[in-house]
């Protein structure tokens, strides 16, 4: 119930594409779902996060749509870059009681 | 840079030793989590510390123990070392407020096991 599932495990997008990346939960006391993007060799880094109150925020060129019913949220990247090649964990969290983070999305931008 | 520092960043030894790793929190911060990552691989949770008292265990070996101290550093102790636990490890802070949970992550220890 604390697994936190995502999909898919790579991705290969032409620059100027959309980029999805996708993850589904289980448990319904989880209220805060950020995405973490870490290039190699570097620590994760917070993208853009959301809390259950709200369908969809907005940061540039990253959303993130929630859907609470479907116990399931994903990230998009809208005109994606060379640069945004990187490695996407989705996590959920439980009022700072348990961290949970998925397997994680390689995202490769082709020039 | 997130104001998370690790050190050492890179450590070599061999089968059967010990080592430590440590971890200095953003300021302010009194939550410690620590992760294992191995190549290609997701971030395994070890634990989690909240200002000196362990709060959460994850994927923690026996081999593997970690505290928090006074001044809120933390120090993870891997010991009988063997090949597999070749990883990154990483250490991240938050504040840890009910309504704030963002984990900064530190830039990690590379730990090679020969």
């Known amino acids: 119930q604390q697994q936190v599932k995502q999909s898919p495990q790579s991705l290969i997008v032409q620059k100027g594409g959309i980029s999805i990346i996708n993850c589904a939960y289980e448990?319904?006391?989880?209220?805060?779902f950020p995405w973490y993007q870490q290039f190699p060799g570097k620590g994760p880094a917070l993208l853009i996060a959301i809390r259950p109150d709200v369908s969809e925020k907005k940061e540039g060129r990253f959303t993130i749509s929630f859907n609470k019913s479907a116990k399931q949220f994903s990230l998009h990247i809208m005109d994606s870059q060379p640069g945004d090649s990187a490695t996407y964990f989705c996590a959920a969290d439980n009022y700072g009681q348990n961290f949970v983070f998925g397997p994680g999305t390689r995202l490769s931008v082709l020039p | 840079d997130s104001g998370v520092t690790q050190t050492p960043k890179h450590l070599i030894t061999a089968t059967g030793q010990r080592v430590t790793l440590r971890c200095s929190p953003r300021?302010?911060?009194?939550?410690v989590y620590w992760y294992q990552q191995s190549l290609d691989q997701g971030l395994q949770f070890l634990i989690h510390?909240?200002?000196?008292?362990?709060?959460a265990k994850g994927n923690i070996l026996e081999r593997f123990s970690a505290q928090q101290f006074p001044d809120l550093h933390s120090e993870l102790n891997l010991s009988s070392l063997e090949l597999g636990d070749s990883a990154l490890y990483f250490c991240?802070?938050?504040?840890?407020?009910?309504?704030?949970?963002?984990?900064?992550f530190g830039p990690g220890t590379r730990l090679t096991v020969l």
């Open positions: 300021s302010g911060d009194l939550s």
């Open positions: 510390y909240y200002n000196g008292e362990e709060r």
């Open positions: 448990n319904t006391a989880f209220d805060y």
């Open positions: 991240a802070s938050s504040v840890d407020s009910p309504t704030y949970n963002e984990q900064f």
